[in-house]
């Protein structure tokens, strides 16, 4: 593992039934950084975050988060280690209202947000906080998604593209919760096919096509690399 880095994927590879998805993907997050992974639908972004997550049939290959194995490691368990997914499709539950939903998942580790903490992040939630969860707009929806993963202690995040479908107000909301939660010593893996978003907010980029890592460049390379990412991406 790569000095500082707090997660460590190297060789990864992930099949669904006989299909092989991912082909050696490796990548680093050091503590403290948002990193994004960029590239079109189907390049296997998300798939990787369900990889570190553990929530594949098969996966081989290594992940490593603070310096411990997770290949061979069940969901549950890597959640208590310290990571939190935040799923594009948020997962909010419909029969409980915004704050049941923000306090069903436990609490893995000191040093989580506070509900006064996650309210002053997200206002708009703390005026919902009896509504069904699924009655929110979809912004809503997904600052719940994100509010409630904060209260774990988990000390890296995964969020699976939290920009889609979402107006213009709301992403440069979200782009600055995220450039909040680094100040607070979050660590974010972030999956995204918008990167004039990810530029807001992102240290360092790696691009995924065909299941691999194909490129990875800094934030301060981001101009000199326009022209390969409109490429990449098909923007």
Not at 69 to 86: D, K, V, Y
Not at 119 to 139: D, W
Not at 179 to 190: A, D, M, N, S, V
Request: glycine share 10%.
């Amino acid at each position: 593992m790569a000095e500082g880095a707090l997660l460590a994927v190297s060789n990864l590879q992930v099949w669904y039934g006989e299909s092989h998805i991912l082909h050696g993907v490796a990548f680093e997050v050091r503590a403290g950084e948002v990193v994004t992974l960029l590239g079109r639908n189907g390049a296997g972004k998300t798939t990787t975050l369900k990889a570190i997550m553990g929530i594949v049939a098969r996966r081989s290959g290594s992940v490593r988060f603070e310096n411990r194995e997770l290949i061979g490691r069940a969901s549950n368990e890597i959640a208590r280690a310290g990571i939190a997914f935040c799923p594009e499709e948020r997962g909010i539950f419909a029969s409980l209202d915004v704050e049941e939903n923000l306090l069903l998942p436990p609490q893995v580790r000191p040093g989580g947000l506070t509900l006064p903490a996650i309210y002053e992040l997200f206002p708009n939630i703390k005026e919902r906080l009896t509504s069904q969860g699924t009655k929110l707009s979809g912004g809503e929806q997904q600052m719940l998604a994100i509010g409630r993963i904060l209260r774990t202690g988990a000390r890296l995040l995964l969020l699976d593209e939290p920009t889609e479908g979402l107006a213009p107000v709301i992403i440069q909301q979200i782009g600055k919760t995220i450039r909040t939660l680094k100040e607070r010593g979050f660590t974010i893996l972030l999956v995204e096919q918008n990167f004039r978003f990810a530029a807001t907010v992102a240290d360092r980029y790696y691009v995924m096509e065909h299941g691999r890592v194909i490129d990875r460049f800094s934030n301060s390379d981001l101009d000199a690399n326009i022209g390969k990412l409109h490429e990449y991406l098909g923007v």
